[in-house]
Structure formats: C-alpha cells, structure tokens
C-alpha cells in the first residue's frame, strides 16, 4: 500500500474517531464557582442595586444551578443583569438559550449583531446585542459566554469550545451572562448600549472573581 494510501486511511480514522467522541464524548467534569454569584455586592462604582428584573425582559432558567439576577442604577440609567452558571453543560444541563436569549410570542421588533465591550484594562469582550421590542418598552439586550476568564459571543464556538475541553477531560462549567437596558422608542439604542457598557465595565472584574478557573 502507497505512503499516500495510508496517510488518508490514518486520517480518515482520525476523523471518525474525533466523530464519535463528538458524538459520545467522556462525561462533563463539573467546575464549582470559586464564590456564590449572589455574593456580588450591592454597590458596583457608581451603580447601586435597584430592584428586580423584568422577567419578560431577562426570563430566568429553571435549569440553572447558581444564578444572579437584579437591577443596577446610575442616576437616569438602570440595567438589568442576569448570570447564570452551569457546571456541566452535559446534555440536559446547558441553558435553554433560544428561551432565554430570544423573543416568544408578544415581541415585534428583533435585530442581533456582534459589538465589542472595551474594558478598564485595555481589553475588550466580545458580546452579542440584540434589540427588542414589547407591547410597552424597547430593549437593548447584550449577551456572552463566560467560560473561566474567556469571554465568548459565538454561539457555536462557546459549544465548540466546551466540547473540546470535555474530550481533553477538564472542567466544562460555563456562565450565560446578560445585560439589558430599556432603549428609545426608535431610532439608534446607543444611549442604553453605552450604560450597559459602563456598568459592565466596573461589573466584569468582580464577576471573574466568582468564576471558576
């Protein structure tokens, strides 16, 4: 048999092996929290907690296993925050994301696209921002995937990414963030894109800190 013949049975071995991991990969090695997410404190820089979230505007997920939800106010502005942390991510365990992330019934505006949250630090997050609309208020809603200190928008990369370190046995436990602002009535939400960012700001060191590594 031809070198050539048997480098392309190697790798066609190869890939029907990485498939079936795939599709069976090794149990998920679960990631505790380093801290409880509701030990994030009451006052973040300027912004201090104000109330509880709209549950049409940030819907909570009977699946999660430690979660923060509530509201943060800077003068005019006030966002909604909501993390949730999956230790796992096994089948069965990953957030419900389409229920969470994008409108049921009652909502007649969506658009999504990609941003890029620049941080204190000279870093930048990268985020998803989707605007929607209710019978009464417009949202700015921006959403990521936490996975120890890496920030993910894609998500299919956040799987991909998951995925890659069960098949490497180490620990797959990742956090669904969002956080939302109302937004005008029309035109540009960039006025609510730009309070979000500033609380997110002051908001994602402390949430590291929470993560496990």
């Given at each position: 048999m031809s070198r050539l013949a048997v480098s392309s049975l190697v790798a066609v071995a190869l890939l029907a092996e990485a498939g079936a991991l795939a599709f069976a990969p090794p149990p998920a090695i679960e990631a505790p929290l380093a801290e409880p997410l509701g030990s994030l404190p009451v006052a973040l820089g300027d912004w201090?907690?104000?109330?509880?979230?709209?549950?049409?505007?940030?819907?909570?997920?009977?699946?999660?296993?430690?979660?923060?939800?509530?509201?943060?106010?800077?003068?005019?502005?006030?966002?909604?925050?909501?993390?949730?942390?999956?230790?796992?991510?096994?089948?069965?365990?990953?957030?419900?994301?389409?229920?969470?992330?994008?409108p049921g019934r009652g909502w007649t505006e969506l658009t999504a696209r990609e941003v890029t949250i620049p941080l204190e630090d000279a870093r930048s997050l990268p985020a998803n921002l989707l605007v929607k609309r209710t019978a009464d208020r417009r949202v700015a809603l921006l959403y990521w995937w936490q996975i120890g200190a890496r920030s993910v928008a894609s998500d299919h990369w956040y799987r991909?990414?998951?995925?890659?370190?069960?098949?490497?046995?180490?620990?797959?436990?990742?956090?669904?963030?969002?956080?939302?602002?109302?937004?005008?009535?029309?035109?540009?939400?960039?006025?609510?894109?730009?309070?979000e960012t500033a609380f997110i700001r002051v908001f994602y060191p402390d949430l590291l800190s929470r993560l496990a590594r």
């Open positions: 201090r907690e104000a109330g509880d979230v709209p549950a049409d505007v940030l819907p909570a997920d009977p699946r999660v296993q430690d979660a923060l939800r509530g509201g943060y106010r800077r003068g005019a502005d006030t966002v909604w925050v909501a993390i949730g942390y999956y230790p796992d991510t096994a089948e069965g365990s990953r957030p419900l994301a389409e229920e969470l992330l994008f991909t990414i998951l995925l890659y370190r069960r098949l490497l046995r180490r620990p797959a436990g990742a956090a669904l963030v969002r956080v939302a602002a109302a937004a005008p009535d029309a035109g540009d939400p960039a006025a609510a894109v730009a309070a």
